[in-house]
């Protein structure tokens, strides 16, 4: 069996060590010798004594030169052994570790005296960072396409707060120029009193949150420290959130609190204020029954205004049962217009009402729709002056069944045509509170069509009238 290179190594020191000492002994006591055959001819005995103690001294030193290169060579073996074997062979074992897949055919191969050098132990560890570096390489490119593709926006900074990673999404939502690149000018372009020393060292700032309105958008940015490998204090990361929908919700919230509350003011405080004026006075019987129609007109308008909002909150949170069958749309619409007859002679309307033969019929929930069909032809009334004209279209196209209503009546703005469907939104307030209505029909009609996989679309001019299109599916739409 071969040796591996560290005894090599040791063996081949100790043989150059050894082959030295003997060299130097032989030559030693070769001089020695010649010495002594030199003194044995010599006459004089005094100076054969004096020779001879000397050589006798030569021969003591000789064996304690040797003696000490000896040892000497030792101690070098030793310290060569640990400066340079024990490393490599350190090395070799590291390698083994590192490459821990074949570490069972690594031992069998250096018993087997195949690799035991150097080269094979770079070898092996260099294929195991080439696979290490892959696979950091690796994860960054996936870190980097997460962030790319955000939609939230992603900052990070160094300690001297220059960029060191930024997002496309951050540069859109905080609109930034290539000059702004640093911590302080980006904070300072949109107010926020800020650094990065308030961040991480005091604990009121960790994780700090800042809401700014930038141009149209609402966004709100979140500052986080981060450490490097050593625990201590490497940056902070930015995170830039666009809000600006909750905005709207929260201020659409707040909206719809206000307007309920008017909406139940008005008819309370009206109430109150009549049946008040009853019980403190006698009054004729035409007033009294002059003060109980108001009364009584009011309570129907809060408990219309109530039920609607049942409705909505109903159809908000999928509570509404729907009965989905096969209905006859022309069919519905002329019911409908049946239902409405009084109000129709009562404003001496026109109603031209055509219906398409080939109109398959619909799949929807028939109660919701005939809700939706009174409240788009009631409002066509309402608006529209006496002796006005509405046309009434039923047909087909596509996969859809529509209804058109048109009207000749007041209209509406075309800046109100985009928050028509917002809930309580009115063109004109006190002309809606005249005829009665709660500013939550089209709201209502939205929800229930939008239910049924339908829509509505209103066009419209001032003066001049509406057109209201709704379309219902003829087919299940998954």
């Known amino acids: 069996m071969k040796k591996n290179f560290a005894v090599k190594m040791v063996i081949i020191f100790f043989i150059i060590g050894i082959l030295l000492i ?36 030569g021969k003591k030193i000789i064996i304690i030169v040797l003696a000490t290169y000896t040892i000497i060579s030792i101690i070098i073996g030793i310290i060569v052994a640990k400066s340079l074997v024990f490393p490599v062979k350190k090395l070799i074992q590291s390698a083994e570790k590192m490459t821990s897949g074949e570490k069972s055919k690594t031992t069998e191969t250096r018993k087997n005296g195949e690799v035991g050098d150097i080269e094979s132990a770079i070898d092996l560890m260099t294929n195991e960072l080439r696979e290490k570096l892959n696979d950091v390489n690796r994860q960054k490119k ?77 966004i709100n940015i ?75 007109s009011e309570a129907k308008r809060m408990a219309r205004l109530v039920t609607d909002l049942l409705t909505l909150s109903r159809y908000d ?17 002329k019911k409908c217009l049946e239902k409405l007859k009084f109000e129709i002679e009562k404003k001496e309307h026109q109603i031209e009402c055509f219906v398409t033969a080939s109109v398959p019929p619909v799949i929807a929930d028939k109660y919701g729709i005939e809700r939706v069909i009174l409240n788009i032809l009631s409002n066509a009334i309402k608006y529209t002056s006496n002796h006005g004209v509405i046309k ?50 089209l709201s209502i009609a939205k929800e229930i069509l939008d239910q049924n996989k339908g829509s509505i679309s209103i066009k419209s001019e001032v003066g001049k009238g509406t057109e209201v299109v709704i379309r219902i599916p003829t087919k299940n739409k998954k």
Do not use: C
């Not at 044995?40 to 100076?47: D, L, R, T, V, Y």
């Open 392 to 441: 009434v279209y039923v047909g087909f196209v596509y996969n859809d069944a529509y209804i058109k209503v048109i009207d000749n009546g007041i209209g509406i703005p075309e800046e109100d045509l985009e928050r028509i469907f917002d809930r309580f939104y009115r063109v004109d307030k006190a002309r809606s509170r005249e005829f009665g209505g709660t500013g939550l029909g």
């Open 317 to 333: 949170n999928k509570k509404v049962t729907s009965e989905i069958t096969s209905f006859d749309l022309g069919e519905l619409v």
């Open 22 to 57: 003997i060299g130097l002994s032989v030559a030693g006591i070769y001089a020695v010798n010649e010495l002594e055959t030199i003194v044995s001819g010599q006459e004089n005995i005094a100076m054969q004594e004096t020779i001879q103690e000397q050589l006798s001294q």
């Open 222 to 296: 979140l500052f986080a420290p981060f450490q490097d490998e050593n625990d201590r204090p490497a940056g902070v990361v930015a995170l830039i959130q666009d809000i600006t929908e909750h905005v709207k919700l929260d201020n659409m919230r707040k909206e719809f609190v206000a307007d309920v509350s008017h909406e139940l003011k008005t008819p309370i405080t009206s109430i109150m204020g009549y049946a008040d004026t009853l019980l403190e006075g006698e009054y004729d019987e035409d007033t009294r029954t002059k003060f109980l129609n108001v009364i009584s």
């Open 142 to 218: 996936q870190i980097e396409t997460i962030l790319l593709h955000m939609t939230d926006g992603i900052i990070a900074f160094d300690m001297d707060g220059k960029i060191i990673h930024i997002n496309p999404a951050a540069r859109d939502l905080l609109v930034l120029t290539d000059n702004e690149d640093t911590f302080d000018k980006i904070f300072d372009k949109l107010d926020i009193d800020i650094n990065i020393e308030k961040i991480i060292y005091l604990e009121n700032w960790t994780s700090s949150e800042q809401r700014k309105h930038v141009g149209e958008k609402y």
